[in-house]
């Protein structure tokens, strides 16, 4: 599963007038952020990478090795950094040529269905700003040959897949999405299970925004559908309601 955002500074929408429209329709969408001042951008990043670590679930950062010492500190400083045993927490990504093998994987799953995304108006654009340049027998998707049009998120996905190519190890504690539905198949809340092993019964953890919702207990059954499973695994989880 692809998802991406990016984060740009307020300046942006001065120097790039003709494009100020769209940037603010992305972020409408919840795709870009647009932060006022410096180094918020990082902050929020480093944060948000930092509760995927916090949940088990980070295997790396990759980040092309190019100017990259803010966001490193950032990281650093919310206890991500290499270490001994684990020298392979933040990595670089070497760019140009060495991209073509996570651009062919990416094309590659894109077509045969493995790599899903939701078919964000933002990727959707700064894909169709790449340029791609054959060279001998490699292909290279620059930041030059697409002029001033933006394909920083498109650059990340790559860096994103370059890691996960190396086929990391899964954690051994599962964290899966659960939606609870009533028996008219319309949603009532979401939240999240833990497994301790894959026959174990879910602990059901709904989030603050799901408590807040005012949810019916009647004595019908609720039925929650696990989205870790290959086909839909329901379960009782009348016992498991706030």
Not at 169 to 190: A, H, N, V, Y
């Amino acid at each position: 599963m692809l998802w991406t955002r990016a984060w740009a500074h307020v300046g942006v929408l001065e120097r790039r007038k003709g494009e100020a429209s769209r940037f603010r329709d992305f972020e409408r969408d919840g795709d870009l952020r647009i932060v006022d001042s410096l180094p918020g951008d990082l902050d929020e990043v480093s944060d948000m990478i930092a509760e995927i670590d916090e949940s088990g679930l980070l295997h790396a950062v990759g980040l092309d090795p190019a100017g990259v010492g803010a966001i490193v500190d950032a990281l650093a400083a919310r206890g991500i950094a290499n270490e001994p045993g684990r020298p392979d927490r933040v990595v670089g990504i070497s760019q140009g040529y060495r991209l073509m093998g996570a651009i062919k994987t990416c094309e590659r799953k894109l077509a045969d269905g493995t790599l899903s995304h939701p078919g964000q108006r933002m990727m959707s654009w700064c894909v169709g700003n790449a340029k791609i340049e054959l060279r001998g027998n490699a292909i290279y998707v620059t930041k030059a040959a697409s002029g001033t049009a933006k394909i920083d998120p498109l650059m990340a996905t790559f860096c994103a897949v370059e890691v996960m190519s190396r086929n990391p190890e899964s954690p051994t504690l599962m964290e899966d999405i659960w939606l609870l539905f009533d028996l008219k198949g319309r949603l009532l809340c979401f939240g999240r299970g833990y497994f301790a092993n894959p026959s174990g019964r879910p602990q059901f953890n709904p989030p603050l925004a799901c408590r807040s919702m005012p949810i019916s207990r009647r004595r019908q059954p609720r039925l929650g559908y696990c989205a870790r499973a290959s086909r839909p695994a329901a379960t009782r989880l009348d016992d498991h309601l706030a």
